[in-house]
Protein backbone atom coordinates (compact mmCIF):
# COMPACT_ATOMS: atom_id res chain seq x y z
CA UNK A 1 0.00 0.00 0.00
CA UNK A 2 1.77 3.24 -0.82
CA UNK A 3 1.29 6.58 1.23
CA UNK A 4 -1.64 8.50 1.85
CA UNK A 5 -2.63 11.59 3.43
CA UNK A 6 -6.15 12.68 4.03
CA UNK A 7 -8.81 14.60 5.73
CA UNK A 8 -11.27 13.92 7.61
CA UNK A 9 -13.06 17.56 6.85
CA UNK A 10 -12.75 17.68 3.13
CA UNK A 11 -12.36 15.27 0.44
CA UNK A 12 -9.52 14.59 -2.24
CA UNK A 13 -10.86 17.34 -5.13
CA UNK A 14 -13.46 19.02 -3.43
CA UNK A 15 -13.77 22.22 -0.98
CA UNK A 16 -11.98 22.96 1.58
CA UNK A 17 -14.58 24.33 4.13
CA UNK A 18 -14.55 28.53 5.24
CA UNK A 19 -13.16 27.89 8.64
CA UNK A 20 -10.09 26.77 7.32
CA UNK A 21 -9.58 29.97 5.37
CA UNK A 22 -9.03 33.80 5.46
CA UNK A 23 -12.82 33.93 5.20
CA UNK A 24 -12.90 32.02 8.58
CA UNK A 25 -10.80 31.37 11.44
CA UNK A 26 -7.79 30.67 9.31
CA UNK A 27 -6.62 27.31 11.68
CA UNK A 28 -4.91 24.54 9.64
CA UNK A 29 -7.33 21.57 9.27
CA UNK A 30 -6.81 18.27 10.52
CA UNK A 31 -4.75 15.66 8.53
CA UNK A 32 -3.96 11.90 8.72
CA UNK A 33 -1.44 10.44 6.43
CA UNK A 34 -1.00 5.91 6.54
CA UNK A 35 1.27 3.76 5.54
CA UNK A 36 4.24 5.77 5.68
CA UNK A 37 7.40 3.61 4.03
CA UNK A 38 9.66 1.25 6.06
CA UNK A 39 12.75 3.12 6.30
CA UNK A 40 11.60 6.44 6.84
CA UNK A 41 13.71 8.69 9.15
CA UNK A 42 11.78 12.18 8.90
CA UNK A 43 8.32 13.15 7.13
CA UNK A 44 7.93 17.03 5.47
CA UNK A 45 4.94 18.68 4.61
CA UNK A 46 4.48 21.26 1.99
CA UNK A 47 0.93 23.19 1.29
CA UNK A 48 0.32 25.04 -1.76
CA UNK A 49 -1.51 27.22 -4.55
CA UNK A 50 -0.51 26.74 -7.55
CA UNK A 51 -3.02 29.01 -9.43
CA UNK A 52 -1.29 31.80 -7.43
CA UNK A 53 -3.32 34.86 -8.43
CA UNK A 54 -5.60 34.00 -10.86
CA UNK A 55 -6.60 30.43 -12.12
CA UNK A 56 -7.10 31.50 -15.65
CA UNK A 57 -3.94 32.81 -15.73
CA UNK A 58 -1.49 31.31 -12.65
CA UNK A 59 2.03 33.55 -12.41
CA UNK A 60 3.38 31.68 -9.53
CA UNK A 61 2.78 29.36 -6.54
CA UNK A 62 1.63 30.54 -3.50
CA UNK A 63 3.27 28.84 -0.20
CA UNK A 64 1.07 28.02 2.80
CA UNK A 65 3.01 26.03 4.72
CA UNK A 66 6.34 24.28 5.79
CA UNK A 67 7.34 21.91 8.17
CA UNK A 68 9.69 19.25 8.37
CA UNK A 69 11.40 16.59 10.40
CA UNK A 70 8.07 15.28 11.63
CA UNK A 71 8.17 12.19 13.23
CA UNK A 72 7.82 9.18 10.82
CA UNK A 73 5.64 7.71 13.16
CA UNK A 74 3.13 10.21 13.47
CA UNK A 75 -0.22 9.66 11.82
CA UNK A 76 -1.05 13.50 11.39
CA UNK A 77 -1.63 16.43 12.60
CA UNK A 78 -5.18 18.04 14.96
CA UNK A 79 -7.08 20.66 13.53
CA UNK A 80 -6.08 24.19 14.41
CA UNK A 81 -2.59 22.65 15.56
CA UNK A 82 -0.79 24.92 17.84
CA UNK A 83 1.63 22.24 19.27
CA UNK A 84 3.55 20.45 16.44
CA UNK A 85 5.33 16.86 17.12
CA UNK A 86 8.22 16.70 18.82
CA UNK A 87 11.41 17.19 16.75
CA UNK A 88 9.68 18.96 13.67
CA UNK A 89 10.67 21.88 12.28
CA UNK A 90 9.31 24.87 10.61
CA UNK A 91 9.54 26.97 7.43
CA UNK A 92 8.22 30.16 6.47
CA UNK A 93 4.99 30.74 3.92
CA UNK A 94 4.73 33.19 1.36
CA UNK A 95 3.98 35.51 4.19
CA UNK A 96 7.24 35.13 5.29
CA UNK A 97 5.89 33.48 8.62
CA UNK A 98 5.61 29.94 9.88
CA UNK A 99 2.73 28.60 10.73
CA UNK A 100 -0.31 27.73 8.53
CA UNK A 101 -1.90 30.37 6.27
CA UNK A 102 -5.08 29.34 4.74
CA UNK A 103 -6.44 29.76 1.53
CA UNK A 104 -7.94 32.89 0.40
CA UNK A 105 -7.61 33.31 -2.95
CA UNK A 106 -8.29 37.10 -4.65
CA UNK A 107 -10.03 35.66 -7.81
CA UNK A 108 -11.46 32.41 -8.47
CA UNK A 109 -11.49 28.57 -7.44
CA UNK A 110 -8.09 27.93 -6.40
CA UNK A 111 -6.30 24.42 -5.30
CA UNK A 112 -4.26 23.49 -2.39
CA UNK A 113 -2.16 20.82 -2.39
CA UNK A 114 -1.22 19.49 0.82
CA UNK A 115 2.51 17.01 0.06
CA UNK A 116 3.83 14.81 2.46
CA UNK A 117 7.14 13.92 1.67
CA UNK A 118 8.59 10.41 3.61
CA UNK A 119 12.85 10.89 3.71
CA UNK A 120 15.42 8.55 4.25
CA UNK A 121 17.29 10.93 7.00
CA UNK A 122 16.50 13.75 9.08
CA UNK A 123 17.26 16.65 8.05
CA UNK A 124 19.82 19.41 9.80
CA UNK A 125 18.27 22.30 11.27
CA UNK A 126 17.87 24.79 8.10
CA UNK A 127 16.46 27.81 9.70
CA UNK A 128 13.00 28.95 8.39
CA UNK A 129 13.91 27.84 5.18
CA UNK A 130 11.09 28.67 2.36
CA UNK A 131 9.99 25.62 0.11
CA UNK A 132 12.08 25.86 -2.33
CA UNK A 133 15.43 25.57 0.29
CA UNK A 134 13.17 22.87 2.05
CA UNK A 135 12.74 21.28 -1.66
CA UNK A 136 16.46 21.69 -2.36
CA UNK A 137 18.04 20.30 1.31
CA UNK A 138 15.43 17.02 0.40
CA UNK A 139 16.83 16.43 -3.08
CA UNK A 140 17.87 12.92 -3.09
CA UNK A 141 16.08 11.69 0.10
CA UNK A 142 12.32 11.27 -0.85
CA UNK A 143 11.53 7.84 -0.61
CA UNK A 144 7.91 8.53 -1.66
CA UNK A 145 5.14 11.02 -1.24
CA UNK A 146 1.66 11.62 -0.88
CA UNK A 147 -1.14 14.82 -2.04
CA UNK A 148 -3.90 15.59 -1.05
CA UNK A 149 -5.64 18.43 -2.97
CA UNK A 150 -8.53 20.48 -2.36
CA UNK A 151 -10.39 23.66 -3.39
CA UNK A 152 -11.24 26.84 -2.67
CA UNK A 153 -13.11 29.82 -3.55
CA UNK A 154 -14.37 33.22 -1.57
Given amino acids: MSMQIQSPVFEA???IPGIYTCDGDDI??????AAVPAG???????VDDPDAP?????????VHWVLYNLPPDSAGLP????????GTQE??????RTG???PCPPIGRHRYFFKLYALDTE???????TKDQLLQAMQGHVIEDAVLMGTYSH
Fill in 28 to 33: SPPLQW
Fill in 91 to 96: GVNDWQ
Fill in 40 to 46: TRSLALI
Fill in 13 to 15: GKA
Fill in 100 to 102: YGG
Fill in 123 to 129: LPDLGKP
Fill in 54 to 62: DPAAPKMVW
Fill in 79 to 86: EAVTELPT
